[in-house]
Structure formats: structure tokens, C-alpha cells
């Protein structure tokens, strides 16, 4: 069952995520419309950070209900706790 909180984080996620397409949108835009390329180029590394951003509001989200509901089986839990460390450092 989904926590009004839940439904709260997976909004902004949603709503970053669609400001991000915009911004996808807006660099197909300046290609087409032949701009400079130093320009797109910062407008690729913002979309970049976005992506990065919402990666990490979504593992968080995950870690945190691990760790407040932990599995029965310790092994398990300790299985995804490292699964979510690593998706963290990864890069």
C-alpha cells in the first residue's frame, strides 16, 4: 500500500522527469535550428544532472523502505542494501 508520502516523492519524480523530456525536447530544437554547439552541450550536461537527480530520489526512496521494512530473511536485506550502495556509487 502506497503512503501519501510515496504518492508525494513518485510526484516529483514524475514531474522532474517530464521536465526533462522538455529539455530533450528543447536540444533536438537547437540541433535542427543549427545552434551553437558549446549551447548544447551545457543544455546535454543539465539533462545529465537531471537524469543523475532522479536516479538518486528513486534509489533513496528505495534504501529508505528497506531499511523501515526490513526483509525477514537477513541475508536478503543485506542482498539489497548493497544492491542499492551500488547503484548509488556507480557512475
Given at each position: 500500500?502506497?503512503?501519501?508520502?510515496d504518492?508525494e516523492?513518485?510526484?516529483?519524480?514524475?514531474?522532474?522527469?517530464?521536465?526533462?523530456?522538455?529539455?530533450?525536447?528543447?536540444?533536438?530544437?537547437?540541433?535542427d535550428?543549427?545552434?551553437?554547439c558549446?549551447?548544447?552541450?551545457?543544455?546535454?550536461?543539465?539533462?545529465?544532472?537531471?537524469?543523475?537527480?532522479?536516479?538518486g530520489?528513486?534509489?533513496?526512496?528505495?534504501l529508505?523502505?528497506?531499511?523501515?521494512?526490513?526483509?525477514?530473511?537477513?541475508?536478503?536485506?543485506s542482498?539489497?542494501?548493497?544492491?542499492?550502495?551500488?547503484?548509488?556509487?556507480?557512475?
Amino acid at each position: 500500500m502506497s503512503t501519501s508520502r510515496d504518492l508525494e516523492q513518485q510526484k516529483k519524480v514524475i514531474n522532474r522527469l517530464k521536465r526533462t523530456e522538455g529539455q530533450i525536447r528543447g536540444i533536438q530544437k537547437m540541433i535542427d535550428d543549427d545552434k551553437d554547439c558549446m549551447d548544447i552541450m551545457t543544455q546535454l550536461s543539465a539533462v545529465r544532472s537531471s537524469i543523475d537527480r532522479v536516479m538518486g530520489m528513486v534509489v533513496a526512496t528505495n534504501l529508505k523502505e528497506c531499511v523501515e521494512n526490513p526483509d525477514v530473511d537477513p541475508a536478503e536485506q543485506s542482498k539489497k542494501l548493497e544492491q542499492a550502495i551500488n547503484m548509488i556509487v556507480r557512475k
